[in-house]
């Protein structure tokens, strides 16, 4: 009955997605315990309880005994599945987070391209330029041993889930992190804001394919094979695309009226 509750509550607010149908699946198990091994259990143990013979007590009892670990059993291996499934999720939303403390560590850099033009090399900048590519040097570093400890842990859990819709997403998830170079464009970013090796606009582009590599992965971590829910993360991710489309817009704009200005 908490179940049906919990999940009716998802259909009221249209919350749909992985987790939704594995307490659906916990549900229909319960179910039929209740129909099938429960009624088995509970006659047991009424036999335990109204039977004379003490031998054939203690045989009920045994027999219950034995239906109710199956039961436990059973539910034990639910539990495990749905933190399986709230660990891919967790996953996934970690990533999001890095996904968007390095876009906004890209930004920065874009803004210090910006400021510096053609200067190449840190002795040329001024003190806030220098403070703020001390700032990304702060930033990226962490980036790349956070996400580092989060496809370690995506790694660990690949050998964990082995069968099911769980694992295909796991699987394709890591295999998508290292094709796409997630850990070597972190790596090569961090490496290019060293002030000795300093090469910013090309830092700037591989953290642009860092942030789009995490975005990839943590969609496959729990994108559903259903239209509905491919429709929903395409129309969330059109979003994103827009955001970024107003914000080059925006700064194009500042662009040209300082432009104009110098100009005059």
Same mark, same amino acid.
């Given at each position: 009955?908490?179940?049906?509750?919990?999940?009716?509550?998802?259909?009221? #607010?249209?919350?749909?997605?992985?987790?939704?149908?594995? *307490?659906?699946?916990?549900?229909?198990?319960?179910?039929?315990?209740?129909?099938?091994?429960?009624?088995?259990?509970?006659?047991?143990?009424?036999?335990?309880?109204?039977?004379?013979?003490?031998?054939?007590?203690?045989?009920?009892?045994?027999?219950?005994?034995?239906?109710?670990?199956?039961?436990?059993? &059973?539910? &034990?291996?639910?539990?495990?599945?749905?933190?399986?499934?709230?660990?891919?999720?967790?996953?996934?939303l970690r990533l999001k987070e890095l996904a968007t403390r390095q876009?906004?560590?890209?930004?920065?850099?874009?803004? *210090?391209?910006?400021?510096?033009?053609?200067?190449?090399?840190?002795?040329?900048?001024?003190?806030?330029?220098?403070?703020?590519?001390?700032?990304?040097?702060?930033?990226? #570093?962490?980036?790349?041993?956070?996400?580092?400890?989060?496809?370690?842990?995506?790694?660990?859990?690949?050998?964990?889930?082995?069968?099911?819709?769980?694992?295909?997403?796991?699987?394709?998830?890591?295999?998508?992190?290292?094709?796409?170079?997630?850990?070597?464009?972190?790596?090569?970013?961090?490496?290019?804001?060293?002030?000795?090796?300093?090469?910013?606009?090309?830092?700037?582009?591989?953290?642009?394919?860092?942030?789009?590599?995490?975005?990839?992965?943590?969609?496959?971590?729990? *994108?559903?094979?259903?239209?509905?829910?491919? *429709?929903? &993360?395409?129309?969330?991710?059109?979003?994103?695309?827009?955001?970024?489309?107003?914000?080059?817009?925006?700064?194009?704009?500042?662009?040209?009226?300082?432009?104009?200005? #110098?100009?005059?």
């Amino acid at each position: 009955e908490q179940l049906e509750g919990v999940i009716g509550e998802f259909d009221r #607010n249209g919350i749909t997605g992985e987790d939704v149908k594995v *307490l659906r699946a916990i549900r229909g198990v319960l179910d039929r315990l209740s129909e099938k091994e429960m009624a088995t259990v509970i006659e047991f143990l009424q036999q335990s309880c109204t039977t004379t013979d003490p031998a054939a007590a203690s045989r009920s009892a045994t027999e219950a005994y034995s239906g109710q670990k199956a039961i436990v059993v &059973q539910l &034990q291996q639910l539990v495990l599945e749905y933190q399986r499934q709230q660990a891919l999720y967790e996953i996934s939303l970690r990533l999001k987070e890095l996904a968007t403390r390095q876009t906004a560590n890209m930004w920065q850099g874009v803004a *210090l391209a910006k400021a510096t033009e053609t200067k190449t090399s840190f002795g040329a900048f001024d003190e806030n330029q220098r403070i703020s590519l001390r700032y990304q040097q702060s930033e990226q #570093n962490p980036l790349k041993d956070e996400t580092a400890a989060i496809l370690g842990r995506l790694e660990r859990l690949t050998k964990e889930i082995t069968d099911g819709a769980a694992a295909e997403r796991a699987n394709a998830a890591v295999q998508q992190a290292r094709e796409g170079g997630l850990m070597a464009s972190l790596a090569t970013a961090a490496d290019e804001l060293k002030e000795e090796k300093l090469k910013l606009l090309s830092a700037i582009g591989n953290e642009k394919k860092a942030r789009d590599q995490m975005r990839e992965v943590a969609r496959l971590l729990i *994108l559903s094979p259903e239209t509905t829910d491919a *429709l929903k &993360q395409a129309i969330l991710e059109l979003d994103r695309a827009i955001d970024t489309q107003k914000h080059l817009a925006s700064e194009t704009a500042k662009a040209r009226k300082e432009d104009q200005i #110098n100009k005059q």
